[in-house]
């Protein structure tokens, strides 16, 4: 008679057993992930996204196959982060989404980066900012008021990341205002000598990312630590959203969704990681053939096609939670992602191009911090007061798209 507990050597029928569980619980992890969203369809384009930039395909084949490949990619991304939370204390589970929640963007501008892709990078900063305060947000307040008289969010909550997002735009518009102020340089082989005013902006703006960086912190310290109490009913919403689409209500024999492992969870998020980063990489190198083949500018492609890729996953869950009149949830999501990448991806990706040497600084045009002042100061007018409706949502989309036409038709080259 076997024995159970016997160690799994070759040759003992235990060790095909033990390969056939491993084999069995990967395949598990895979179909729940697969599950997870019905934007899973759009995985088709992973491998289509890869092969067209292997195979060497046209520019317009390339950015675009691997455009839609990665939203998926970044719906799993957000589900396994998720997942991964449930293993873990709050404040590790908070950490993890402010980190992974922003995977695809910090990725897609990592490699943008050592390209030298520094206006895409700027762009597609001041792009998700911009989509997440007028666009998403604006869709949340038309899909929760359109059959609702009003709606009502955390006022406190509301305010605090107002104000924080209010800093993060004069941090963008001290730069400016400061390099305005500066006599321009003799020629742009200046722009690394630390005597130009280029190169004032670029120690200026490295030191004020520093300083973002820390209040980053300081905010998740508040929102985990200090102040848990005010944000304890988005995380009570988003728990009862869970439950409410999740579970069953016919009868006594409910079952109760399966989540993934920390090892599951960690597997996923690791090869979401590395698909990204291909298809991230034949992306961003189709880009300036896209800019030549279709007259579109980089700013363009940077500030409004972009953002719809790293953004995608959050843009439905905001919608979908602001129809239930989960309107704290829709809030912190909408509003909460732009201030992560105002004050931890922007300030980041400037400490990224000062270790690997490209210029990259939190210097935006006059034009672009006008549209972001304007920006912010419309979403502050309309989430302070703590109510929402319909009208208040349409406000919102008609700013975005009128944004977007300004710079569909504004050149590079003057933004440069």
């Known amino acids: 008679m076997l024995n159970d507990n016997a160690p799994l050597l070759g040759g003992n029928p235990g060790t095909k057993l033990n390969i056939s569980t491993f084999q069995n619980s990967i395949s598990k992890t895979f179909i729940l992930a697969l599950k997870s969203s019905p934007v899973n369809y759009l995985l ?9 930039g292997v195979l060497g395909w046209s520019a317009n084949a390339v950015f675009w196959l ?8 970044a719906s799993l991304l957000a589900f396994a982060t998720e997942e991964l939370s449930e293993h873990t204390g ?74 924080l997002m209010a800093l993060s735009t004069a941090s963008l518009l001290i730069p400016a205002a400061f390099h305005a102020s500066l006599p321009r340089p003799k020629s742009k082989h200046d722009f690394p000598n630390p005597d130009s005013s280029d190169g004032l902006i670029l120690s200026l703006s490295r030191g004020v990312a520093v ?22 009913e988005q995380a ?45 990489d034949y992306l961003v190198g189709s880009i300036d053939d896209i800019v030549e083949s279709s007259g579109l500018s980089k700013t363009f492609l940077g500030l409004i096609v972009i953002p719809i890729v790293g953004n995608a996953a959050e843009h439905v869950t ?84 009128i944004i977007a036409l300004a710079f569909f038709y504004y050149p590079d080259n003057v933004l440069n």
Not at 127 to 143: E, H, K, P, Q, T
Not at 224 to 231: I, V
Not at 255 to 267: A, I, N
Not at 361 to 383: D, G, H, P, W
């Open 44 to 52: 088709i384009f992973v491998p289509l996204g890869i092969v067209a």
């Open 318 to 401: 905001a919608i979908i939670v602001a129809m239930k009149d989960k309107m704290d949830l829709a809030i912190g999501v909408a509003v909460g992602s732009s201030l992560q990448i105002a004050i931890f991806v922007t300030p980041f990706m400037v400490l990224i191009g000062w270790i690997i040497d490209v210029p990259m600084s939190l210097y935006f045009s006059t034009f672009e911090t006008a549209i972001l002042f304007v920006s912010v100061f419309i979403t502050n007018l309309v989430i302070l007061d703590g109510e929402s409706n319909w009208l208040e949502g349409a406000m919102l989309i008609s700013t975005y798209l």
């Open 236 to 280: 009570q919403e988003a728990d009862d959203g869970i439950i409410t689409t999740s579970l069953p209500t016919d009868g006594a024999n409910d079952k109760v969704e399966e989540h993934l492992s920390v090892t599951g969870s960690l597997l996923v998020l690791v090869v979401a990681t590395v698909l990204v980063s291909f298809c991230a």
């Open 66 to 73: 691997n455009f839609f490949a990665i939203v998926p990619l």
């Open 90 to 163: 709050e404040t590790i589970g908070g950490l993890l989404n402010a980190t992974f929640g922003n995977a695809v963007e910090l990725i897609v501008s990592i490699i943008a980066l050592k390209e030298n892709q520094v206006r895409i990078v700027q762009a597609s900063m001041l792009g998700s900012i911009l989509s997440n305060l007028l666009l998403v947000l604006g869709c949340c307040f038309v899909a929760g008021g359109f059959t609702r008289v009003q709606q009502t969010f955390n006022q406190t909550v509301a305010q605090t990341m107002s104000s």
């Open 211 to 232: 300083i973002l960086l820390i209040l980053y912190v300081l905010y998740l310290l508040f929102q985990l630590k200090t102040h848990k109490s005010l944000f304890e």
